[in-house]
T-cell receptor
Framework: AQKITQTQPGMFVQEKEAVTLDCTYD???????LFWYKQPSSGEMIFLIY??????QNATEGRYSLNFQKARKSANLVISASQLGDSAMYFC????????????FGTGTRLQVTL | DVKVTQSSRYLVKRTGEKVFLECVQD?????MFWYRQDPGLGLRLIYF???????EKGDIPEGYSVSREKKERFSLILESASTNQTSMYLC????????????FGPGTRLTVL
């Protein structure tokens, strides 16, 4: 069975600083994908970034990058130059190939960006 | 842009009522999903559908059923609502294929009294 662990229930970061949100995963499958979603207070889940298990380079999308360490089974999200609008819940999720794109989610990290 | 809409943002029902939550996507996606979100538990999959009239149970299907009569619409049904079904319900859709990001609707916050 797949499992996602996010050990940081809450994080604070000052505006313009970088922050890393931790995510570790557990699977015995070789082919899988890792996702990060952002959920602002409005409730909608917003897709941020994707990393495939066979991708050799870390994924990047604007200010978001995914620090993928396959041997350690970690997929940390790095947000550079934090903005007040980054304050939200962040969820890490994993999809295992062949499971009709079902996602397994972690419990989330609440990020608060301060002035 | 992918658009996933849900019929209500907030819903209040009484114990024992039959509840319908509707989800519509406009991107011709094959897959559709229903999750519930509870504090400290993340998102848990209730049911998903990979084609019209096809459905599979997720991790927590008890007390729920689903219907997908048209490709764009996926309904979650609470046959007899109970207080422990008070939660945020999120619908998502995705293409079939190997890289299939799920796109979410705005959620329905259901309160069962």
């Amino acid at each position: 069975a797949q499992k996602i662990t996010q050990t940081q229930p809450g994080m604070f970061v000052q505006e313009k600083e970088a922050v890393t949100l931790d995510c570790t995963y557990d699977t015995s499958d070789q082919s899988y994908g890792l996702f990060w979603y952002k959920q602002p207070s409005s409730g909608e889940m917003i897709f941020l970034i994707y990393q495939g298990s066979y991708d050799e380079q870390n994924a990047t999308e604007g200010r978001y990058s995914l620090n993928f360490q396959k041997a350690r089974k970690s997929a940390n999200l790095v947000i550079s130059a934090s903005q007040l609008g980054d304050s939200a819940m962040y969820f890490c999720a994993m999809r295992v190939t062949g499971t009709a794109s079902k996602l397994t989610f972690g419990t989330g990290t609440r990020l608060q960006v301060t002035l | 842009d992918v658009k996933v809409t849900q019929s209500s943002r907030y819903l209040v029902k009484r114990t024992g009522e039959k509840v319908f939550l509707e989800c519509v996507q406009d991107m011709d996606h094959e897959n559709m999903f229903w999750y519930r979100q509870d504090p400290g538990l993340g998102l848990r999959l209730i049911y998903f559908s990979y084609d019209v009239k096809m459905k599979e149970k997720g991790d927590i299907p008890e007390g729920y059923s689903v219907s997908r009569e048209k490709k764009e619409r996926f309904s979650l049904i609470l046959e007899s609502a109970s207080t422990n079904q008070t939660s945020m319900y999120l619908c998502a859709s995705s293409l079939g294929g190997s890289i299939n990001t799920q796109y979410f609707g705005p959620g329905t916050r259901l309160t069962v009294l």
